[in-house]
T-cell receptor
């Protein structure tokens, strides 16, 4: 199974809502990532988890809160978002992280719209 | 700022022609990867080239890496309509966990 799944595929939320994005992989990968991608732009790294520990937080606002409950799951909790947070949120995983050459496997993304 | 800059930003070719896209980056790297993204979907890994490699092939793909010029190129030979997508290079700055994606090339292959 070389698949990364993400739910939901689409999400519309108001600025006062709390919602969560979910990501799952069963490849035994030990690193998982969240990226944000605006239209016609490259993905921008938000968070990296390595061995279930947060290793990189790219100065992301606290209204985005990541969580890694176990080695297969990654969540992104959303609260009090702004319309400019509307984007495609991509989850990825890789066999390892850090020094080395690690291919990333991406999920299909969650299209988020904040109204 | 982003690690990689790609050119051209957009490329339109006829089916059967070759497509070449270039990536330049700023700092030393462990490896460089190329990804494809179909419209509004997840990225698919195409090929990884390590900093001590100069050229790599995978099917119709050929990637070169010139670390002295901090640049890479991706060549797609005998293009097909199904190759229509955005292509991104991604580099890992040495000693970090982070992959930074280039600005991307939007390729359109006309049938």
């Amino acid at each position: 199974d070389t698949e990364v799944t993400q739910t939901p595929k689409h999400l519309v939320m108001g600025m006062t809502n709390k919602k969560s994005l979910k990501c799952e992989q069963h490849m035994g990968h030990r690193a998982m990532y969240w990226y944000k991608q605006k239209a016609k732009k490259p993905p921008e790294l938000m968070f990296v988890y390595s061995y279930e520990k947060l290793s990189i937080n790219e100065s992301v606002p606290s209204r985005f809160s990541p969580e890694c409950p176990n080695s297969s799951l990654l969540n992104l909790h959303l609260h009090a978002l702004q319309p400019e947070d509307s984007a495609l949120y991509l989850c990825a995983s890789s066999q390892g992280a850090g020094t080395g050459s690690w291919e990333q496997y991406f999920g299909p993304g969650t299209r988020l719209t904040v109204t | 700022s982003q690690q990689g800059e790609e050119d051209p930003q957009a490329l339109s070719i006829q089916e059967g022609e070759n497509a070449t896209m270039n990536c330049s980056y700023k700092t030393s790297i462990n490896n460089l990867q190329w990804y494809r993204q179909n419209s509004g979907r997840g990225l698919v890994h195409l090929i990884l080239i390590r900093s001590n490699e100069r050229e790599k092939h995978s099917g119709r793909l050929r990637v070169t890496l010139d670390t002295s010029k901090k640049s890479s190129s991706l060549l797609i030979t005998a293009s097909r309509a199904a190759d229509t997508a955005s292509y991104f290079c991604a580099t890992d700055a040495s000693g970090t966990y982070k992959y930074i994606f280039g600005t991307g090339t939007r390729l359109k292959v006309l049938a």
